[in-house]
Nanobody, 121 residues
Framework: QLVESGGGLVQAGGSLRLSCAASGRIYSSHFMGWFRQAPGKEREFVAGIRWGYGTTYYAEFAKGRFTISRVVAENTVYLQMNMLQPDDTAVYYC????????????????WGQGTQVTVSS
């Protein structure tokens, strides 16, 4: 089970750090991903991290602004989001891919309930 937190309302240019706490065992080959879904849009990949090695991967729009990390001892994945813009407004979800690196939503399981991020202009 995955539980997201850390969302909220922030002004454009601000920052937020999202957390995704896992209650089950995460193996080194698993790939933890953050996705987001804006109103009226499909869910899209944001960033991911391989649990064992910490290798990261980002969507183009996230590069340079977002940072994904994990703390193994806490069984938690973080998404630090800086320079937020109104277009970043969405519900952010985390999930796990047992197939390794993937940006495809269908490869992910155990979706959390999501956390709302709202960026005002």
């Amino acid at each position: 089970q995955l539980v997201e937190s850390g969302g909220g309302l922030v002004q454009a240019g601000g920052s937020l750090r999202l957390s995704c706490a896992a209650s089950g065992r995460i193996y080194s080959s698993h790939f933890m991903g953050w996705f987001r879904q804006a109103p009226g849009k499909e869910r899209e990949f944001v960033a991911g991290i391989r649990w064992g090695y910490g290798t990261t991967y980002y969507a183009e729009f996230a590069k340079g602004r977002f940072t994904i990390s994990r703390v193994v001892a806490e069984n938690t994945v973080y998404l630090q989001m800086n320079m937020l813009q109104p277009d970043d407004t969405a519900v952010y979800y985390c999930a796990v891919s047992y197939r390794g690196l993937s940006t495809a939503e269908n490869d992910y399981k155990n979706w959390g309930q999501g956390t709302q991020v709202t960026v005002s202009s």
